[in-house]
């Protein structure tokens, strides 16, 4: 990939919300609650953490469990790091693409594998190497969370997904991979 973003405005920060659904023991829950039972979450990833707060508050609170998180907006993920730090969360935040992320070769399995939110601005390309990444990660009875966003309920935000990608494409930082 010659644009590391594929399109991604990674020039506009992502806010400071906790999204419990990434949470391994409310999605343990769910599955208990529909009739499954799922192993004991040793290692969760999550792709696109933003500002790292929910994979810093999950990581904290359950010390038994080490996440790997990327994303790749790197003045996100220094704040996550720095709250990692704070905290004493057991976890590896990195600023990589997914493709990076990808071709690691020292990332474990995953129970759960959560992506909140990302699908729906990624690329095709982007899309391809997470599902690759999927396929080859996520643990036999892991849990995989994808939330996106979709229409209508979303529509009247395309316009600003349309205004935030072409003021990063005219007004924002180079090209990291340039």
């Known amino acids: 990939m010659n644009d590391w973003t594929s399109g991604y405005a990674a020039d506009v920060g992502y806010t400071y919300g906790s999204y419990s659904e990434l949470n391994p023991l409310r999605e343990k829950l769910a599955m208990l609650t529909a009739g499954y039972d799922i ?4 290692t969760a990833c999550e792709l696109g953490f933003g500002q790292g707060v929910s994979v810093n508050i999950h990581a904290t609170s359950q010390p038994d469990t080490a996440y790997w998180a990327t994303d790749f907006n790197s003045s996100q993920a ?3 790091q720095l709250m990692a730090g704070a905290s004493g969360a057991k976890a590896g935040l990195y600023d990589q693409s997914f493709e ?14 959560g992506l909140h939110g990302i699908w729906s601005w990624i690329s095709d390309e982007n899309r391809t190497v997470i599902v690759d990444f999927i396929r080859r990660k996520l643990n036999v009875g892991g849990v995989l969370y994808i939330s996106y966003n979709t229409l209508p309920g979303w529509a009247p935000m395309a316009p600003m997904r349309h205004l935030l990608t072409e003021h990063a494409a005219i007004m924002g930082a180079p090209d990291r991979a340039s």
């Open 39 to 42: 192993a004991p979450c040793r």
């Open 78 to 80: 220094g704040f996550a």
């Open 100 to 113: 990076e992320l990808c071709r690691r070769d020292d990332l474990p399995g995953s129970d759960p594998i």
